[in-house]
């Protein structure tokens, strides 16, 4: 009986003093994951306020600034949600990253089987999507098609909306969208 007794006490000593190492342990992975996370957010909101369009008094026109990366951005509003885009002018549709899908309120499935397209490396996989509402600017557009990407980071603004304005300008290091 008193054997029975110590072996209990000493497996609930054992028990405690793993469940305090895993308590330890996983109070530090948050820290790092929040300053990671931080961290993130702090260059998006960077590239955000670097990319906020400007609109001319003069025609209502849309211009954004080339970034240091030779690309172009633009903060889209998509189902009332702002999406950070690559306006990409070659791209033929609204192409989301998964991330940026869950933000603009679309579901997506795990596996994402259906080949969308091809790139350099081959058939591109995601799922294809219909968007409520896309904004830029003094510009909405409904119902418009997109895919949700299973790779990638960056989200494109492809000519499914860019077509929408009457004219898509490049002037040195500023796009002007009309």
């Known amino acids: 009986m008193l054997r029975t007794f110590f072996t209990i006490v000493i497996g609930l000593a054992i028990v405690s003093a793993m469940l305090g190492r895993t308590h330890s342990s996983a109070s530090h992975k948050p820290d790092a994951a929040q300053k990671a996370f931080d961290d993130e957010s702090?260059?998006?909101?960077?590239?955000?306020?670097?990319?906020?369009?400007?609109?001319?008094?003069?025609?209502?026109?849309?211009?954004?600034?080339?970034?240091?990366?030779?690309?172009f951005y633009a903060?889209?509003?998509?189902?009332?949600?702002?999406v950070h885009?690559?306006?990409?002018?070659?791209?033929?549709?609204?192409?989301?990253?998964?991330d940026d899908a869950r933000t603009a309120g679309l579901a997506t499935s795990i596996g994402m089987p259906d080949v969308v397209g091809e790139g350099a490396d081959g058939a591109v996989h995601g799922e294809y999507a219909k968007l409520d509402r896309v904004e830029l600017g003094p510009l909405t557009a409904e119902g418009l098609d997109a895919v949700v990407l299973n790779g990638g980071q960056t989200s494109l603004l492809g000519q499914s909306f860019l077509s929408k304005f009457s004219s898509v300008e490049i002037?040195?290091?500023?796009?002007?969208?009309?």
Do not use: W, Y
């Open 42 to 71: 702090e260059r998006v909101a960077e590239l955000k306020a670097q990319n906020e369009p400007q609109f001319t008094n003069q025609d209502g026109a849309i211009e954004l600034q080339r970034q240091r990366d030779g690309h």
């Open 75 to 82: 903060d889209v509003r998509i189902n009332g949600n702002f």
């Open 85 to 98: 885009m690559l306006v990409d002018t070659g791209a033929t549709d609204i192409a989301l990253s998964r």
């Open 171 to 178: 002037h040195g290091d500023t796009m002007i969208l009309r």
